[in-house]
């Protein structure tokens, strides 16, 4: 085993104990000392590797806490609809696309955005069959809450106006009751059940070739919050020795009982690829109008959203994970669905606790609200009692700017409060919701920090007193990612006995104006003591 000094470089190792140093030795996996440059030799001795990193500065490989790998790498395959500006721009990419497939085959993609469209328009069944009549076409929202869907998969899919909406779903009718082409939240799974099939391409070979992007953005480590299909092509890239990142792999509600039945459970297995939480849907979207909210939308007195999992459904499903030693990992968005989660979770804690040994079910299990976007004030102390982690997507503020000042102006919400929450002692570990928005870390780490969009709007942020400061931005890429996946004494920090999981760039983060710190670019990405990618 080759050791091997990293040297000549300015390393932020977010270890209160010695936060920066200038190189770190490297044996196997591991690295083995922190510190200047002549410490690190001497400890590695005359037949160590040295890498000059040329001033550089250095920073812990980036845990992205909330992605759809599949998604994302299915996406970059097919028609993306984000940045049109109307639903004309929006089909005319979609013929385009449509004209270049083979025959036979069915049009996937989608991330519209109706409300950035010039005339806010929801499409239909007989827009898509415009430009798209002779195949199957899914085309899911930029919230992934909501799929466009053309009259040939409809009648795939079995749905017309005879077909009753699912619990949790809505198919949206015209004023005959026919089906119009929306599927929102559960009427669409069927759908994405598709979308998730061999139909949509070669999975392992889809990641294989599209995860040295995320490596080229400085990701080390990944939550993924796809399905067994996803979990099913990482095992492949394990077995093959070609899977180059870390993965913490979420279970779908879906699969739970198979999961129970096999003996998983939250934390098993090794340093690349780990099960985690079960995903539980609780409401939808913003931008669908389906997440759950206290008071209803505006315009709409009858829509407080949709609860896709019900109360007593998401409290039964808690503690049959947790009795099975699965943590949960339930998606929330509106302040409701928020409320919902936390009381379930205080029910189980209450109930677990009055069991023999129930009170190390409670500390071991480290059970997640998935957005965490909206909450009422009174649940951000709640939510750090109860020792819930946050997992939240700082781009999400950013990007919702003009939604939440147009639809929840004047409610008395804590809306991406990660500020607030960090403050009254909760985990607040980041991600980026990709492909919902892009999984480069340093877009989710100038959101934390100015709460601004790219164009640096509004002047001094939304809700400026949620802002970040680098340091917390920056730990809730890393440290809080390795809290979340049980790996905090593995990964999250560069000291002794960590894993060698780092990533290099050529201007220092902690240097830089907060605006610039959105179009950092990474130069070399290391993953256990070996470069896996570099510019």
Not at 129 to 136: I, M
């Amino acid at each position: 085993m080759t050791d091997t000094v990293f040297e000549n470089a300015r390393i932020h190792t977010l270890d209160p104990a010695r936060p920066r140093a200038e190189a770190m030795l490297v044996s196997g996996e591991r690295i083995v000392a922190v510190g200047d440059r002549d410490e690190c030799r001497d400890r590695a001795g005359g037949g160590a590797r040295r890498v000059d990193l040329g001033g550089m500065a250095v920073l812990p490989g980036m845990i992205d806490s909330h992605i759809h790998s599949a998604l994302y790498v299915r996406g970059l395959e097919q028609v993306d609809l984000r940045g049109t500006t109307s639903l004309d721009e929006a089909l005319a990419r979609i013929g385009r696309h449509a004209a270049a497939l083979p025959a036979g085959a069915w049009l996937f993609g989608g991330r519209w955005d109706c409300h950035k469209w010039t005339h806010p328009v929801q499409p239909t069944r007989a827009d898509l069959d415009r430009v798209c009549p002779d195949r199957p076409a899914l085309l899911p929202s930029i919230d992934g809450h909501t799929t466009w869907v053309n009259t040939a998969a409809l009648r795939w899919l079995g749905i017309d106006a005879a077909t009753a909406d699912p619990i949790g779903g809505q198919i949206a009718r015209d004023e005959r009751g026919e089906p119009t082409g929306i599927l929102r939240e559960a009427a669409g799974d069927a759908a994405y059940d598709i979308l998730r099939s061999s139909i949509a391409g070669d999975l392992v070979a889809q990641l294989r070739t599209h995860l040295p992007r995320l490596l080229s953005v400085g990701l080390t480590s990944i939550h993924d919050l796809d399905g067994q299909d996803c979990r099913a092509a990482y095992e492949t890239l394990y077995a093959r020795g070609e899977l180059p990142l870390r993965v913490h792999k979420t279970i779908p509600a879906t699969s739970l009982d198979e999961a129970i039945k096999l003996g998983w459970a939250t934390g098993d297995g090794d340093r690349w690829l780990r099960t985690g939480p079960v995903k539980i849907f609780t409401d939808g979207a913003l931008g669908s109008h389906t997440c759950l909210m206290s008071e209803p939308y505006d315009g709409e007195p009858d829509n407080h959203g949709i609860a896709v999992t019900p109360a007593e459904e998401f409290e039964h499903l808690v503690a049959k994970a947790a009795g099975a030693g699965i943590a949960v990992a339930a998606h929330a968005i509106g302040d409701a669905a928020n409320a919902m989660v936390l009381r379930a979770y205080e029910r189980w804690q209450d109930s677990a606790r009055s069991q023999p040994a129930g009170a190390g079910a409670v500390r071991r299990l480290r059970h997640r609200i998935e957005h965490t976007q909206h909450l009422r004030p009174q649940d951000v102390p709640l939510l750090a009692r109860l020792g819930v982690t946050a997992s939240m997507q700082p781009t999400h503020c950013t990007s919702d700017i003009p939604l939440t000042s147009r639809m929840l102006a004047g409610r008395d919400l804590a809306s991406y409060a990660w500020r607030s929450l960090l403050d009254a002692g909760a985990t607040v570990t980041f991600g980026s919701d990709a492909p919902v928005e892009d999984p480069d870390p340093f877009h989710g780490i100038h959101a934390a920090v100015t709460r601004q969009q790219p164009d640096g709007t509004p002047p001094g942020g939304v809700d400026p007193h949620e802002r970040l400061d680098l340091d917390a931005a920056l730990r809730g890429f890393t440290v809080a990612g390795a809290y979340a996946s049980y790996e905090e004494h593995l990964k999250g920090r560069l000291s002794p006995g960590m894993l060698a999981d780092f990533i290099a760039l050529p201007v220092d983060p902690y240097q830089v104006e907060p605006a610039a710190l959105r179009d950092l670019a990474v130069a070399l990405t290391v993953v256990g003591g070996v470069v896996r990618w570099q510019r």
